[in-house]
């Protein structure tokens, strides 16, 4: 990966102008997306704990945003790249473009609970000088968290199935098909107003990586390391049924829109919340964080202190976030040399 960023340099260092007005003047990157962008628990918050500016998005130093931007600080594409980074943890589709976000952080949460924040576009302050936008968003807004929940609660209190649930909902729950057909459609307009905010930018989305085996029996089912009492069959349909079809509905919009799709799942395979530590690059349900992150989930009776974790509910680790890194780097410097 070094040596095709080092020679991305060069090839960008080469189609630059001579002349120190191009050397003085910087490209804009904006991040926007959900706490798979924004980091959650890995590396130190950003900003800083009681900094007055810290808004309960959980953005941190080790979310790949950061990662990437320190590697283009090092090796800069022919001229320095600033980054506007305002991820924010449960944003959904709407967030980016259209509704304003109330925050949920759990740490050093103020009495009066966090305020709601702009849209992502209109906080990055998206317009004509926008040199590169990075999406990564879409899990919220079916939301896969919450049908993981649901799993989880179905198989291990109820010994129920999820893949029924979701399949044949019942009234008032809204089943797979819709909700994977809701998000295409919100992903179209979202890009769009991506687009009209920022029209000269090069947009490059982000899917997810792969958080569940390629064999749901590889989980353990006593483990809240791992996926907990979600049933095996549940995991396999989750995957194959929902996450897949997820990237590849980012993956088709982006391309509709002539945008750059980063794909993190291949090369994540086999590094599931399943896997040994060490080995995984997702946490379970309850994993290692640095120690400003809960044990404990509010709400209900999830108690991960009991086996010494933290409430990771199955989100990348900092293995997981210098994979994607690795990858939107690449990105970011091929979209920075059409610049």
Not at 25 to 52: K, M
Not at 97 to 111: E, M
Request: hydrophobic share 40%; with cysteine; glycine share 10%.
């Amino acid at each position: 990966m070094r040596a095709l960023a080092v020679g991305l340099v060069l090839s960008a260092a080469a189609l630059l102008p001579s002349g120190s007005a191009a050397a003085a003047d910087q490209y804009e990157w904006a991040a926007l997306g959900d706490s798979y962008t924004a980091g959650g628990f890995v590396g130190d918050p950003q900003p800083a704990l009681g900094d007055a500016s810290r808004d309960g998005c959980d953005r941190t130093t080790n979310a790949y945003p950061d990662v990437v931007d320190r590697e283009l600080a090092e090796f800069p594409p022919g001229k320095p790249v600033h980054l506007t980074n305002v991820s924010c943890g449960n944003a959904t589709i709407a967030n980016i473009a259209d509704t304003r976000q109330t925050p949920i952080s759990p740490v050093q949460t103020p009495s009066a609970g966090w305020p709601a924040v702009d849209t992502q576009i209109q906080r990055a302050k998206l317009n004509d000088k926008t040199d590169v936008v990075t999406i990564g968003v879409g899990g919220n807004s079916l939301p896969f968290g919450g049908m993981l929940l649901k799993c989880l609660e179905l198989g291990a209190t109820l010994g129920k199935s999820c893949h029924e649930h979701y399949t044949n909902p019942p009234e008032g729950e809204e089943g797979i098909k819709d909700k994977l057909a809701r998000v295409q459609d919100e992903y179209i307009e979202m890009l769009a107003k991506v687009h009209q905010a920022a029209p000269d930018a090069k947009v490059i989305t982000v899917g997810y990586p792969a958080v569940l085996p390629q064999e749901g029996s590889a989980c353990n089912r006593l483990s809240l390391t791992e996926l907990g009492g979600i049933k095996h069959a549940d995991i396999d349909w989750l995957r194959d049924n929902v996450l897949k079809p997820l990237n590849s509905t980012i993956q088709q919009v982006t391309s509709f829109f002539g945008d750059r799709y980063v794909d993190v799942y291949s090369s994540s395979v086999g590094h599931d919340a399943c896997q040994p530590a060490g080995t995984k690059w997702i946490e379970g349900i309850c994993g290692d964080a640095a120690d400003y992150w809960p044990a404990k989930l509010q709400g209900t009776l999830l108690n991960c202190a009991l086996i010494h974790k933290r409430v990771t509910l199955v989100h990348p680790n900092a293995q997981g976030h210098a994979n994607t890194a690795a990858h939107v780097e690449r990105a970011v410097r091929i979209a920075l040399l059409d610049r």
